[in-house]
C-alpha cells in the first residue's frame, strides 16, 4: 500500500513585528509583562501593506525549494487560507504559474483556520494513497492582522501573520497515520468577520465594545473568547481519545505532542486537562504568536531543528469554522 510522508518543511515570517511594548503603548492599562503572562507572546509578525497570504506563500515555497525540493515534481497544490486574493480565481492557481510548476499540476484552496494543517495532511494523504498524485505542495497562509480593528487589544496580542509549505511525498521524515476530524458549525458566530462576502457584500460599518473594553464590528475578525475557549475543551480531549484508538496507540506511547499555538493560557490548560508531561508537549509561539493554520508547522520545523521529532507525534488543530483536525505522525 501506498504510503504518505512528510518530506521537509519551511515558513515565512513578514517583516515587520509588533511587540508587546508597542502594543502597551497604545494601551496603556496594559503592560508588556500583563500580555506576555497572559498568552504567552511577546512579538508578532504583521503582513505589510501590500502584502497578501499569496505573497507570503510564495515566499514559505521558494523557502522550501532552497532547501532541497525540486519543484519539478510537484503534481498538486493545496492552499489553506481564509485571506484569498480574490473571490476568484483560487490562489492556488495563482501560486502554480507564479512559482513555476508543471500545468499537469493540481491546485486548490480550502477555507479553513486553526485546524487547516491537519486538514491539509488528510488530503494530501488521500490524493497519494489514491494515487491521484505523488508529490503534493501544502501551503497555509493568513494575514489574519489585516481583519483586526485597530482597537480590538485582545485579538491584537494574540495574531500574527506567517505562511508555510510542506512538501508531502510518497517518503519522508514522518509517516502521515491516522486522522480524525470533526466540525460543529452551530458555533460559526464565535469566529467570524461578516462583511464582504456573499451574505454581506458592503461593509457593515458596525461599532460597540465588549465588557473588556474591546472593539467589534463587523467589519473585522470577531472572537467569543469564552465560547472558543469551552469549545476547545469540550472536543479536543475527545479528539485525542479517538485518535489514540484508531491509531491503536495509549497516551504514553505519544512521544511529543504539537497543538494549534493558540494562546498559552489555553494550550496549558489543555495539558494540564490531559495529563500531557511538559517535555512531551511543544510550545513555539513567543516570537511568532498564533498564525492560525502556520502555528503547527512553524512549531513542527522548529521542533525538528530541536531533534524533536521522533517516534510517535500527535498533532491537534482546533478553531474557526467550528473545527477541529488531529493527526498522527510517525517519525
Known amino acids: 500500500m501506498i504510503k504518505a510522508y512528510i518530506y521537509d518543511i519551511a515558513y515565512y515570517l513578514p517583516e515587520a513585528i509588533l511587540t508587546n511594548e508597542q502594543i502597551a503603548q497604545e494601551f496603556p492599562e496594559w503592560s508588556a509583562e500583563k500580555v506576555a503572562n497572559k498568552v504567552g507572546i511577546t512579538e508578532?509578525?504583521?503582513?505589510?501593506?501590500?502584502?497578501?497570504?499569496?505573497d507570503m506563500a510564495y515566499k514559505a515555497a521558494e523557502l522550501l525549494f532552497a532547501q532541497g525540493v525540486d519543484k519539478s515534481e510537484i503534481d498538486f497544490v493545496l492552499l489553506?487560507?481564509?485571506?484569498?486574493?480574490?473571490?476568484?480565481?483560487?490562489?492556488a492557481c495563482i501560486l502554480q504559474d507564479r512559482l513555476g510548476l508543471s500545468k499537469n499540476c493540481g491546485a486548490f484552496d480550502f477555507n479553513l483556520g486553526c485546524s487547516g494543517?491537519?486538514?491539509?495532511?488528510?488530503?494530501?494523504?488521500?490524493?497519494?494513497?489514491?494515487?491521484?498524485?505523488?508529490?503534493?505542495?501544502?501551503?497555509t497562509s493568513e494575514t489574519y492582522t489585516k481583519y483586526l480593528h485597530a482597537q480590538d487589544k485582545g485579538n491584537r496580542t494574540i495574531f500574527g501573520d506567517g505562511a508555510s509549505a510542506t512538501?508531502?511525498?510518497?517518503?519522508?521524515?514522518?509517516?502521515?497515520?491516522?486522522?480524525?476530524?470533526?466540525?460543529?458549525?452551530?458555533?460559526?458566530?464565535?469566529?467570524?468577520?461578516?462583511?464582504?462576502?456573499a451574505r454581506n457584500k458592503a461593509m457593515l460599518h458596525d461599532q460597540l465594545l465588549d465588557e473588556d473594553g474591546n472593539v467589534i464590528s463587523g467589519d473585522h475578525l470577531y472572537m467569543h473568547g469564552g465560547n472558543?475557549?469551552?469549545?476547545?475543551?469540550?472536543?479536543?480531549p475527545d479528539m485525542v481519545e479517538k485518535l489514540l484508538q484508531k491509531?491503536?496507540?495509549?497516551?504514553?506511547?505519544?512521544?511529543?505532542?504539537?497543538?494549534?499555538?493558540?494562546?498559552?493560557?489555553?494550550?496549558?490548560?489543555?495539558?494540564?486537562?490531559l495529563d500531557i508531561?511538559?517535555?512531551?508537549?511543544?510550545?513555539?509561539?513567543?516570537?511568532?504568536?498564533?498564525?492560525?493554520?502556520?502555528?503547527?508547522?512553524?512549531?513542527?520545523?522548529?521542533?525538528?531543528?530541536?531533534?524533536?521529532?521522533?517516534g510517535n507525534?500527535?498533532?491537534?488543530?482546533?478553531?474557526?469554522?467550528?473545527?477541529?483536525?488531529?493527526?498522527?505522525?510517525?517519525?
Not at 284 to 297: A, D, L, R
Request: with cysteine; charged share 20%; glycine share 10%.
Open 117 to 139: 494543517y491537519e486538514y491539509g495532511l488528510a488530503v494530501a494523504k488521500g490524493l497519494i494513497v489514491a494515487g491521484i498524485a505523488r508529490n503534493i505542495l501544502l501551503l
Open 167 to 197: 512538501f508531502v511525498s510518497t517518503d519522508g521524515f514522518a509517516e502521515i497515520g491516522e486522522v480524525v476530524v470533526g466540525t460543529d458549525g452551530s458555533g460559526a458566530e464565535n469566529l467570524i468577520v461578516r462583511s464582504l462576502g
Open 80 to 91: 489553506c487560507t481564509q485571506s484569498p486574493d480574490y473571490f476568484l480565481p483560487s490562489s
Open 44 to 54: 508578532r509578525h504583521i503582513a505589510a501593506e501590500g502584502e497578501t497570504a499569496t
Open 313 to 331: 507525534v500527535l498533532l491537534a488543530g482546533f478553531g474557526v469554522g467550528l473545527s477541529w483536525g488531529g493527526v498522527m505522525l510517525h517519525c
Open 228 to 236: 472558543v475557549f469551552n469549545f476547545t475543551a469540550d472536543v479536543v
Open 247 to 273: 491509531s491503536r496507540l495509549q497516551h504514553d506511547d505519544i512521544d511529543l505532542w504539537v497543538f494549534h499555538q493558540a494562546n498559552k493560557y489555553m494550550i496549558n490548560y489543555l495539558r494540564k486537562l
Open 277 to 310: 508531561d511538559k517535555e512531551k508537549f511543544y510550545i513555539y509561539m513567543e516570537k511568532v504568536g498564533n498564525t492560525v493554520s502556520s502555528t503547527i508547522p512553524i512549531a513542527l520545523c522548529e521542533a525538528r531543528k530541536e531533534d524533536k521529532l521522533h
